[in-house]
């Protein structure tokens, strides 16, 4: 046998196998001593222990008494299992767990074996493995996973621990654009709001622009209001919430059914002078929601005039001095919508001066036309006036 071994009194035939309690003795000094017969006695590799001895202890190689004496060796101390902190993860996320501070007081090297204990099932990878992962799935229940590592001989107490998935915040739609009559009952409509968990969901509307009105439950999915006597919007503001979080807000816009407005334009006298001034007149223009109105002149015919104040019911121009025919076209807007434009014609014509005669004149006479006039000469003829 080689010096230094470790002996231990075995039965002739026994197999020798790593066994809990398996004393060891390191031989007191070296010897050169060679095993001849179905010894008693067996040579064993140094190695760890699961207690100590100091007993004396002595027996026979080949009839030759070998003096022992027992060496303390540390027993094996069980690996310590560490799953990790506890996570918050969302959904849909890869989740790592992680073992990487479980601990061999011995050094050993470790085995890991997680185990999932708690949740929705999930395919975990790479299960046996310091760091295995997985896909976090919809879930309001924590996910929990065991650890055990082993070092060869002894397995760890389980350690555990939690993946919690983090609400997902809900979606608020107020829906569309409401278009509604003066005096007409108007639903509101935040049915399309979602929740990704598919959490039941706490409704809170707010009017946020235009006329106050009364929302008749505001904290239903469906409220309502009367429309007002108004021009404009109303706009809604609803925001959603679950059990943990709330919505952005989302708005909603409410207007008034609209009616074109209606352009009239007064009709004009028979005839305008030349060079007289002249107004046109669209004050007989209207509209049904009694919307005001914006007005918009503009000429389409004739001799070019300068309109004073084409944006007003009533613009002005002087009349050309000479006969004509002018056209003028009108279109009014209630802020939304045009009216279909009308036209009129405006006829301009020269002042016919009339003269009365005089007292003296009682009876015709012949009236000499010439007298006092000069004659013009063009082209070396004599015109007269006759």
């Not at 790593?18 to 140094?46: D, H, M, Y």
């Not at 090297?109 to 204990?117: N, P, V």
Request: glycine fraction near 4%; hydrophobic fraction near 35%.
């Amino acid at each position: 046998m080689l010096a230094n071994s470790f002996l231990r009194r075995k039965d002739s035939g026994t197999s020798i196998k790593r066994e809990t309690g398996l004393v060891l003795f390191k031989q007191k000094k070296s010897l050169n001593v060679v095993l001849t017969s179905s010894a008693v006695t067996l040579v064993l590799l140094a190695g760890c222990v699961d207690e100590y001895r100091d007993t004396k202890y002595s027996t026979a190689i080949s009839h030759k008494a070998v003096d022992a004496e027992p060496i303390a060796l540390k027993p094996n101390t069980p690996p310590v299992a560490n799953a990790g902190e506890d996570q918050l993860v969302r959904v849909g996320e890869v989740v790592t767990l992680d073992a990487s501070k479980s601990t061999d007081p011995d050094h050993d090297l470790l085995t890991f074996t997680w185990e999932q204990t708690s949740g929705p099932v999930v395919e975990i990878v790479n299960a046996n493995t310091l760091a295995p992962s997985f896909i976090a799935p919809p879930s309001k229940e924590p996910l929990t996973f065991a650890l055990t590592v082993d070092d060869g001989r002894d397995a760890s107490k389980i350690d555990s621990v939690n993946i919690s998935i983090a609400n997902r915040t809900p979606f608020a739609h107020a829906g569309r654009t409401i278009i509604a009559k003066h005096g007409s009952k108007v639903s509101l409509d935040g049915s399309s709001s979602i929740d990704p968990d598919n959490d039941e969901l706490n409704y809170q509307w707010t009017q946020v622009f235009g006329q106050k009105v009364e929302l008749e439950d505001s904290t239903s999915i469906s409220p309502s209001f009367t429309m007002p006597d108004t021009s404009g919007y109303l706009i809604f503001a609803l925001t959603v919430s679950d059990a943990t979080d709330q919505s952005i807000a989302d708005t909603v816009a409410v207007k008034v059914s609209n009616t074109p407005p209606i352009a009239k334009i007064k009709p004009a006298t028979d005839n305008y002078i030349a060079g007289k001034r002249v107004q046109l007149d669209g004050t007989e223009s209207y509209d049904a929601d009694g919307d005001p109105l914006s007005f918009q002149w503009s000429q389409i015919l004739g001799t070019p005039v300068m309109l004073q104040n084409a944006k007003s019911a009533t613009p002005e121009f002087i009349a050309p001095n000479r006969p004509d025919h002018l056209v003028f076209e009108l279109s009014v807007n209630d802020g939304e919508f045009s009216s279909h434009p009308v036209s009129q014609v405006v006829s301009i014509k020269t002042e016919i001066k009339s003269f009365e005669p005089s007292p003296n004149a009682t009876k015709a006479g012949k009236v000499d036309v010439d007298s006092g006039l000069t004659p013009v000469k063009k082209n070396k003829a004599m015109l007269k006036v006759k």
